[in-house]
């Protein structure tokens, strides 16, 4: 049987032939906690990267501004899944060859995934087959009882080379505050940017502060809207009208619902425009987006400026 992902995340662990970008420690970003009470928040709606979750850099990226890291990284793909014999020979270093490869496959489905939205969204597992349908058919193979069919390995390849070019962790409590929400508050869901393999980004980080259960039995997937899935980016008003239907679904309106971001216009405003209630967190300052000036701005501040994940204790009404 094919290895999930998460499986195969753990495989790669212990393989002892591959290196990876070290884990980011985050740093807070300078600033005086806004702290108060919010009688009758029901739930807690999260992001993920640079919320729960720290990434080098701040937030999921397509192509390293670092030559050096993407070379690197486009020579672990080709090495690993053996691509060079499918590629057309031309002069030069074939890893760079495969980089402008991709970055032609992401523009045209960026381009593709236009339309009518404005904040358009690709899947990384479809850039990846993009990829591969511009080797040579007779030159590309995998082996499907490991990976799984063409979507699960274009997956999979496409969890490798991020993790070629992007440590993750979760964010210092992430898991104490998850549990707690789960035991004091009615609803507890994520309205992210990401990517398939985010889920795992999280569950991992998770579980190195000891979570053993699964990512579902703290966040339900009826309760996550993910940017992959809808096809639009924040602050595209599709994700949060999806979030919206969700919360109807379970009985809870948007002033009753505490969102959480690091970024006011992606975030906070569209947030706040459709009647949540809202909190910054600066807790990684390589993934705060906010200015000054919109912190004072009273159509933009949110309601509360965590510096920490655990000062939502005295924050919220924990009658459930």
């Given at each position: 049987?094919?290895?999930?992902?998460?499986?195969?995340?753990?495989?790669?662990?212990?393989?002892?032939?591959?290196?990876?970008?070290?884990?980011?420690?985050?740093?807070?970003?300078?600033?005086?906690?806004?702290?108060?009470?919010?009688?009758?928040?029901?739930?807690?709606?999260?992001?993920?990267?640079?919320?729960?979750?720290?990434?080098?850099?701040?937030?999921?990226?397509w192509l390293p501004e670092d030559r050096f890291v993407a070379e690197l990284a486009f020579e672990k793909v080709l090495r690993e899944f053996k691509l060079w014999q499918a590629m057309t020979r031309r002069p030069g270093n074939p890893a760079d060859q495969l980089r402008m490869m991709f970055q032609t496959a992401l523009e045209e489905q960026q381009f593709q995934a236009g339309g009518r939205e404005r904040y358009p969204e690709v899947r990384a597992e479809k850039v990846w087959e993009a990829v591969f349908k511009k080797l040579k058919p007779s030159e590309f193979s995998f082996d499907p009882l490991f990976y799984g069919g063409l979507d699960e390995f274009c997956l999979k390849v496409a969890y490798?080379?991020?993790?070629?070019?992007?440590?993750?962790?979760?964010?210092?409590?992430?898991?104490?505050?998850?549990?707690?929400?789960?035991?004091?508050?009615?609803?507890?869901?994520?309205?992210?940017?990401?990517?398939?393999f985010s889920r795992l980004h999280l569950l991992r980080g998770l579980r190195r502060q000891g979570w053993s259960g699964?990512?579902?039995?703290?966040?339900?997937?009826?309760?996550?809207?993910?940017?992959?899935?809808?096809?639009g980016r924040k602050p595209s008003e599709r994700m949060f009208r999806e979030m919206l239907e969700r919360l109807r679904k379970a009985g809870l309106e948007a002033q009753e619902v505490l969102l959480l971001g690091c970024r006011i216009e992606e975030d906070i405003a569209p947030a706040r425009r459709l009647g949540f209630r809202t909190a910054l967190f600066v807790g990684d300052k390589q993934a705060v987006r906010a200015k000054s000036a919109q912190l004072t701005d009273p159509r933009l501040r949110p309601d509360l400026l965590l510096t920490e994940l655990t000062q939502l204790f005295e924050c919220l009404n924990t009658a459930k």
């Open positions: 049987m094919p290895l999930t992902l998460e499986e195969y995340a753990e495989y790669l662990d212990k393989r002892g032939d591959l290196s990876w970008p070290a884990p980011p420690a985050p740093e807070a970003r300078k600033a005086r906690p806004h702290l108060a009470k919010l009688p009758g928040v029901r739930g807690l709606v999260w992001s993920c990267y640079g919320v729960l979750v720290a990434i080098s850099g701040g937030d999921l990226i490798f080379y991020q993790r070629s070019i992007q440590g993750t962790q979760a964010m210092p409590q992430a898991l104490t505050v998850l549990q707690w929400a789960t035991q004091h508050l009615e609803f507890q869901g994520i309205l992210a940017d990401g990517q398939a699964t990512l579902e039995s703290l966040i339900p997937d009826r309760h996550q809207v993910w940017s992959y899935e809808v096809g």
